[in-house]
């Protein structure tokens, strides 16, 4: 019964997800992923929702949750997708020869810096640089989520401290 009752409240409001989906994507096919995606997880979780509530916005907010979570990975992800060189050089394609070695030099630098740090305090750095979430290095590491961010920041506090002395 709970199934065809989804399909009814489904069926009455799915052009207006769907536009509302469109809007936020601007790309139809995108629009009909996040709708498909809303769909799925409002009917796993049809149990939670409170007969008599607005379904319309009970799936509003799933579908705007799932567009947020979604946005913010892709963005994250193409922030540290490409490794260090190729968007310095993206970024200054007019750049020398001369300037070229110079990146190249530092990059080379800072990785022996990094290398130097203790592989408690590297690992959960580097996991974090990838894109992981604190709670994923955690969990992947098995420490306590406080430890996971306590070796982060004195793995960066010791490498800015390495390399200040280098400009220094």
């Not at 498909?36 to 607005?54: D, R, V, Y």
Request: hydrophobic letters at 35%; aromatic letters at 12%; charged letters at 30%.
């Amino acid at each position: 019964m709970p199934q065809l009752q989804f399909e009814d409240y489904y069926r009455m409001n799915h052009r207006a997800l769907t536009s509302f989906a469109l809007k936020l994507t601007n790309n139809k096919m995108d629009a009909d992923d996040l709708v498909q995606e809303t769909a799925l997880k409002a009917f796993k979780n049809f149990n939670k929702f409170i007969e008599g509530s607005n379904f319309k916005n009970w799936t509003f907010t799933i579908l705007k949750n799932t567009f947020v979570t979604k946005y913010n990975k892709r963005k994250k992800s193409k922030v540290v997708s490409l490794p260090v060189e190729e968007m310095e050089f993206a970024v200054l394609s007019d750049s020398t020869t001369e300037e070229k070695s110079s990146k190249s030099t530092r990059y080379l630098y800072v990785s022996s810096k990094l290398e130097q740090l203790s592989d408690k305090s590297k690992e959960p750095l580097v996991m974090y640089i990838n894109g992981f979430q604190y709670q994923e290095i955690a969990d992947s590491l098995d420490i306590p989520l406080g430890t996971v961010k306590s070796r982060i920041n004195y793995a960066r506090t010791k490498l800015k401290k390495e390399l200040s002395r280098k400009a220094g």
